[in-house]
């Protein structure tokens, strides 16, 4: 059979390197990091986007709570002051199917010295105006809080359990109601907690 001719189109796209094959670095000699702030709240222990929203970005720092800014950084705004009890953040979780829905795991799980206890996960649907409880008081330092890609009721956590004694409240757990109830779906003893779980991409199923 006679062979089809190449478009020209596409033997003009098979001709071109690949993107970006080769950067000069006198490109990035302009460049320089520089503080965005806030400036109080200590050091950042977890920060997330919203792929929605370009622009906003959610950042918990290790004694100040939970900061938003939806301006890419210029301005930042605290939104968990008076309404979370304590300012130690260890993970924050926006749901992509309605970045109305946040969870925000306390207690940071960078352990150190001076490290507050966390006291479980609070939870807004409205966009961080507001937030409740949302279980797991004894689940001390928050690992990580990974939201369903399609349902925003299912979530699972990572939670590293009391640092200073042995307890049971460690380990993974999973909600399917929006943070009424929890059950633990992975613990190995009272001693040992996770730090970070995800679901597999593309197979919420896999974790």
Known sequence: ?????????????????????????????GLAYRSIGPSRGGRVTSVTGVPSQPK?????????????????????????????????IGSIAVADSNPDIIYVGTGSDGVRSNVSTGRGIYKSTDGGKTWAFAGLRDGGQTGAI??????????????????????????????????????????????MGAMDVEFKPGDPNKI
């Open 1 to 29: 059979a006679a062979r089809q001719p190449v478009p020209a189109a596409a033997r003009a796209q098979a001709a071109k390197p690949p993107m970006l094959a080769s950067v000069d670095p006198a490109l990035f000699k």
């Open 56 to 88: 906003t970005f959610y950042m918990g720092v290790a004694s100040g709570g939970v900061f938003r800014t939806t301006d890419g950084g210029a301005t930042w705004a605290p939104i968990t002051d008076f309404q979370i009890p304590l300012g130690s």
């Open 146 to 191: 990974r939201i369903h890609p399609t349902n925003p009721d299912i979530a699972i956590a990572a939670m590293t359990g009391d640092i200073f004694k042995a307890n049971t409240e460690r380990g993974v757990f999973k909600t399917t109601d929006g943070g009424k109830t929890w059950k633990k779906v992975l613990y190995v003893n009272d001693q």
